[in-house]
């Protein structure tokens, strides 16, 4: 029976070119399997994510959504996929009992996710953020630049499934002395905030003051409305953050920097953060 940790990968066989000659070799496959979640009888979606930490995706999901505003309203959360207790058939189900009171409808339309990479957009995005009351982070937190420099470093060293596959993205939360607190891998960037968020939701140290967010890839909207929501001050990205990333990190005053890449960064919103 495979673990979470297996289910992660795959390995295959390939035909591998090099420079006019072709061979047979063995490739890893970062693992990219459904997930549905319910509500009693209520199915709520489907979302494509890396096996592994379901409780934490949904969790973080839930919460960085606006559909729960703390851990207390999740009274039961079944993720079998987590422990491989069962048969293959539940393993991509998880089922929750929540707070009477929590209105699922908030979901609207998009349910869950459809993609391990969709997220919401338009021009209405911010104005939802307003509405659902997401506050400006920790304006006291102080980082220092030099250490925001040997993130990317630590990351790196970090993703153990990325090491071996080349294709996942990974979410990293440090400590303001840079210790690394945690870190997630998922197909999707958003599924992996999700898990980070739902791992301090879940261990309740949320809002996540005096913490930075690092992403492996771009620094898009939702990963900064997510950050937002985990009350994170500051998200920093190796690649280009969004316009409409910028324009709300600068709104509710989070520092937002991009191009994180040896000693050299971007910084977008909130320099006052930054030593």
Request: with cysteine.
């Amino acid at each position: 029976m495979k673990t979470p940790a297996t289910r992660s990968i795959e390995l295959t066989q390939v035909l591998e070119w090099n420079d006019g000659e072709t061979r047979h070799v063995e490739d890893y496959l970062a693992g990219e399997e459904p997930l549905e979640m319910r509500s009693g009888r209520q199915r709520l979606g489907v979302t494509l994510r890396t096996p592994g930490n379901d409780a934490e995706l949904v969790a973080g999901f839930l919460f960085t959504e606006g559909i729960i505003s703390k851990r207390e309203e999740i009274l039961a959360m079944e993720a079998p996929g987590d422990s491989v207790r069962r048969g293959a058939a539940t393993n991509n189900i998880v089922s929750l009992k929540l707070k009477p009171g929590v209105r699922l409808s908030a979901l609207g339309g998009r349910r869950f996710s459809a993609g391990s990479a969709c997220g919401i957009c338009g021009k209405e995005s911010i104005a939802q953020v307003r509405r659902r009351g997401i506050r400006a982070p920790d304006a006291n937190s102080r980082f220092d630049a030099e250490m925001l420099c040997r993130l990317p470093e630590k990351l790196r060293a970090t993703q153990a499934i990325f090491g071996r596959t080349g294709g996942l993205h990974a979410a990293a939360l440090f400590r303001g002395d840079g210790e690394l607190a945690v870190l997630r891998e998922d197909i999707g960037r958003h599924n992996a905030v999700d898990k980070v968020v739902g791992w301090a939701l879940l261990q309740g140290k949320v809002p996540l003051a005096g913490h930075a967010l690092l992403v492996s890839g771009r620094g898009g909207f939702e990963i900064v409305q997510k950050a937002l929501a985990g009350g994170i001050p500051l998200v920093a990205s190796v690649s280009a953050p969004s316009s409409l990333a910028v324009r709300l990190a600068r709104e509710l005053g989070l520092t937002l920097v991009g191009f994180l890449r040896g000693r050299r960064f971007i910084i977008y919103s909130g320099e006052q953060r930054l030593a």
